[in-house]
């Protein structure tokens, strides 16, 4: 009776081997801020909520919301709205058949993150400036 060796398979590559790609990093920020705005949905619950439960309500949660952290939270909020969206514009601009190309690829993910954080600022500056804050 003859005892045979395994076989000598190769390993599944994982994060050690491959160094992080920019379009790997934002297929993980596209989930990721899908899970963020699946919960800031319940912040959006909650101000609905206090508006159709009277003033008292609502300036509570407009205190919690123009506090330093609750600023803070809707920063990141928006930021991730905005990135999500510009995600879903490049999977729409992939879905059309276009972009596939590796340079193309790379563009499209800078762009994203580009276009994510500049629109974030430009959004945050109009409504301090729309409420005449600066």
Known sequence: MSTKSPVQRPLSPHLQVYRPLVNMVMS?????????????????????????????????V??????????????????ALIHHALGGIRHFIWDSGR?????????????TIAGSVILTFVVWTLSYYMRGAF
């Not at 972009?99 to 762009?111: Q, R, T």
């Open 99 to 111: 972009g596939f190309e590796i340079s193309a690829v790379n563009f499209l993910s800078w762009m």
């Open 28 to 60: 993980i920020f596209h989930r990721l801020t899908g899970v963020v705005l699946y919960f800031g949905m319940a912040l959006l619950a909650w101000w609905l909520i206090s508006v159709a439960s009277g003033p008292e309500n609502l300036e509570v």
């Open 62 to 79: 407009k205190a919690v919301m123009t506090s330093i952290p609750g600023r803070l939270v809707l920063f990141g909020l928006s930021w």
